[in-house]
């Protein structure tokens, strides 16, 4: 896929090599076939490292059109929950896929709840949030039953929104339901492609209409105007004191706070100005008030954050100080990480706690929560505003990790250094070595890694933290992938 870091006013992104220049990376390469790399194996290890936030897909459609199946299909396992009814809900709406060599992020939008309001209803909100994160958007319809009132309403909320839409026309399991197929063009939405989900009919020439709708990278939503407000994503679980927090750090009631989880109906974006700072906060408490089973009402929320993520720089993850850290809390953070965001972690009602409850806080936090040790840790109170004033000093800090670049040359003599002192383990009589490195990529910083052999998981792991110690990357995941030098002469 040739989707690479966004422009940020530097010189190094106006070439196809990452975050390097065409010096650095000249040097870099003839550093490469010193080492006996394959010139195409280096580019395109650092074409797949460097490249910037992938596209994304939604998939949408009334119940039981088969839109699980479909996502299922695309990625190429069982992950998406598939039932014969309406109203399976799953934690994990968003997959990474990839097509003809190119990747891009899947969001099923299968999960759902009828409500008090009717079918309509729901099926509009569903698809609102998901087109709300998405560069295009498949739409499925069963070309057995045909074109419903349910379809023309989702039709219209594809049109308002003005996204690119490729028409999957599932259920066409054979040439006798092609023409049940072609009746979709009443849509006016294009050719509906004839796709069997169940069967893979037809699923090729869907997804190739997909690679054209999709861009090669999607538009970043932040960073791109000189002197543009950053954007921050608010997220947590219902109720953490998202709206009070939003409140309190504008010096106004700009959000409805109720003790009801889910108050908030749709992300509020507030400009708010902070040190001399315009910051950009989204309050992502959504839940609709009409949702009234709990299952829909915890899959829009999901899905809500997920959307706000896509769109951010920063995520910073509520967390209620006075319970314990909860699965779904849990869930939050590896959302954030997996979207690759800058992150603070800001524990709420730290003015609750006693003694003995912020003890056993610290020791849940060392335990629950040691994949983010990195992130930037505020304990504040919405509700008095205690050290809301060390909330922006932490965001910058991630920021500022976030876009961290270490040259190459500076990269390598580290690398150096730490092989030395702390080599591979042997294994099997063999002690593969990190022979050289480059940073692909910012936001989040990606490494890409040449060894002679197979690097374990823990050696990975001990780099990243003496990454972490030696260029200040705090606040921010770090990607880094590993490419093993072949045999010489295996290449023919």
Avoid at 301 to 323: F, H, N, P
Wanted: aromatic share 6%; proline share 4%; no cysteine.
């Amino acid at each position: 896929m040739n989707d690479h870091i966004q422009p940020d006013g530097s010189d190094s992104f106006e070439h196809d090599h990452g975050a390097l220049g065409d010096a650095e990376y000249a040097e870099f390469m003839e550093l490469a076939a010193v080492e006996g790399f394959d010139v195409e194996d280096v580019e395109g290890a650092i074409e797949a490292a460097g490249h910037g936030p992938l596209p994304v897909l939604a998939v949408v459609g009334r119940p039981n059109v088969g839109k699980s199946t479909l996502v299922n299909r695309i990625i190429g396992r069982r992950e998406a929950v598939v039932e014969d009814k309406p109203g399976v809900t799953r934690d994990r709406v968003t997959y990474e896929a990839e097509w003809a060599g190119r990747r891009f992020k899947l969001v099923d939008t299968g999960g759902w709840e009828q409500d008090v309001l009717g079918i309509d209803a729901s099926v509009a909100a569903q698809a609102e949030y998901a087109i709300e994160a998405a560069d295009a958007v498949v739409f499925v319809v069963d070309a057995k039953v045909g074109a419903t009132d349910t379809d023309e309403a989702v039709v219209r909320l594809l049109r308002k929104a003005g996204k690119p839409v490729v028409l999957a026309a599932n259920k066409v399991d054979g040439l006798s339901g092609e023409a049940d197929a072609s009746a979709l063009w009443s849509l006016g939405l294009g050719e509906p492609h004839p796709v069997s989900a169940l069967h893979g009919r037809g699923t090729g020439d869907m997804l190739d209409a997909v690679l054209e709708a999709l861009p090669e990278a999607p538009e970043q939503t932040f960073g791109t105007a000189v002197g543009g407000p950053r954007r921050i994503a608010l997220i947590g679980r219902p109720n953490v004191g998202k709206s009070s927090l939003l409140n309190k750090v504008a010096g106004e009631d700009r959000v409805v706070v109720n003790e009801i989880a889910g108050t908030t109906r749709d992300p509020v974006d507030e400009l708010i100005e902070l040190g001399g700072v315009t910051w950009k906060f989204v309050d992502t408490a959504g839940i609709r008030k009409r949702v009234h089973l709990q299952q829909g009402a915890d899959y829009y929320a999901s899905l809500r954050t997920a959307a706000a993520v896509e769109k951010a720089e920063v995520a910073v993850i509520l967390i209620d100080a006075s319970e314990s850290i909860s699965v779904q809390d849990q869930r939050i953070v590896t959302m954030a990480v997996d979207a690759g965001r800058a992150i603070v972690l800001a524990f709420n009602k730290w003015d609750t706690l006693d003694e003995e409850r912020r003890y056993y806080l610290e020791r849940d936090i060392e335990t629950e929560l040691a994949q983010v040790a990195w992130a930037p840790r505020v304990n504040v109170s919405a509700r008095t505003g205690r050290h809301m004033e060390k909330l922006v000093p932490a965001i910058e800090t991630a920021l500022a990790g976030w876009e961290t670049r270490v040259p190459t040359g500076r990269l390598n003599a580290f690398l150096g250094e730490l092989v030395s002192a702390h080599p591979h383990p042997v294994r099997g009589g063999k002690q593969p070595r990190i022979l050289f490195g480059t940073q692909a990529g910012t936001k989040p910083p990606r490494f890409v890694l040449f060894a002679s052999g197979f690097i374990e998981a823990g050696y990975r792991r001990f780099i990243e933290r003496r990454l972490r110690e030696e260029f200040a990357f705090e606040g921010t995941p770090i990607h880094i992938s590993v490419r093993v030098r072949e045999k010489r002469g295996k290449k023919k």
